[in-house]
């Protein structure tokens, strides 16, 4: 069965591979799109070969700027597919399923599976590695701006990263993303509580 398998995969990514060639002419794309091709890389991700995984993720990420394709997915549960990636070995996979998990993080009913999925405090974790710290950065962002979201940041080490942030960044101007971020999270009163501890607000005030 194992030899069946890793037969079948290869032969899945070859196909793939030859349809992400092929969708590079947007017309022969949108055709896959409506042929609804991200039901099968959706399925594609309950597989365990690595490259495979990676074709899947490269392919939704390139289909999932088209509505068709984005509620597609959503119906397959694409969500709880990728959170498994968050984390993982594999730091490529890591950073397209990211990618693509932004792309999803526009439409609110995805973004508040993320929330539900518990994706924010493996986020939060992630912000301590610099690879994955912008793309990490602008999905938090997107999930704060949730009311559910945001109460769940408390319960994270969100706040003294962020705090380590925004004090010690290189540039007089913050990253756009992590400045909205901060004033999203201290719109709750915890998190506003947690900013201003310690001498924070003082900080933040030498900071402007």
């Known amino acids: 069965m194992k030899r069946f398998l890793k037969k079948q995969d290869k032969l899945l990514f070859v196909c793939?591979?030859?349809?992400?060639?092929?969708?590079?002419?947007?017309?022969?794309?949108?055709k896959m799109v409506k042929l609804k091709i991200a039901r099968f890389l959706t399925a594609g991700l309950n597989?365990?070969?690595?490259?495979?995984?990676?074709?899947?993720v490269t392919f939704l990420k390139k289909l999932s700027i088209f509505q068709e394709s984005k509620d597609k997915m959503m119906e397959t549960d694409i969500v709880a597919?990728?959170?498994?990636?968050?984390?993982c070995n594999n730091e490529r996979l890591m950073k397209l399923t990211l990618r693509l998990l932004w792309n999803l993080s526009f439409d609110r009913t995805l973004r508040k599976q993320?929330?539900?999925?518990?994706?924010?405090?493996?986020?939060?974790?992630l912000l301590t590695f610099t690879q994955f710290r912008a793309i990490?950065?602008?999905?938090?962002?997107?999930?704060?701006?949730?009311?559910?979201?945001?109460?769940?940041f408390t319960f994270t080490q969100a706040i003294p990263l962020l705090m380590q942030l925004?004090?010690?960044?290189?540039?007089?101007?913050?990253?756009p993303e992590l400045g909205?971020?901060?004033?999203?999270?201290?719109?709750?009163?915890?998190?506003?509580?947690?900013?201003?501890?310690?001498?924070?607000?003082?900080?933040?005030?030498?900071?402007?």
């Open 47 to 56: 597989r365990t070969s690595a490259e495979l995984l990676i074709l899947a």
């Open 81 to 87: 597919r990728l959170v498994r990636f968050i984390p």
């Open 16 to 30: 793939f591979h030859i349809l992400l060639n092929l969708a590079e002419d947007v017309s022969i794309e949108y």
């Open 180 to 208: 909205a971020l901060a004033v999203n999270v201290s719109h709750n009163s915890r998190n506003c509580e947690s900013l201003c501890q310690d001498g924070g607000l003082k900080q933040l005030l030498r900071r402007r």
């Open 136 to 152: 990490g950065i602008k999905l938090l962002y997107h999930m704060s701006m949730d009311e559910q979201g945001n109460s769940e």
């Open 114 to 125: 993320m929330i539900q999925a518990r994706l924010i405090p493996e986020l939060v974790k």
């Open 166 to 175: 925004i004090i010690n960044w290189p540039q007089r101007t913050l990253a």
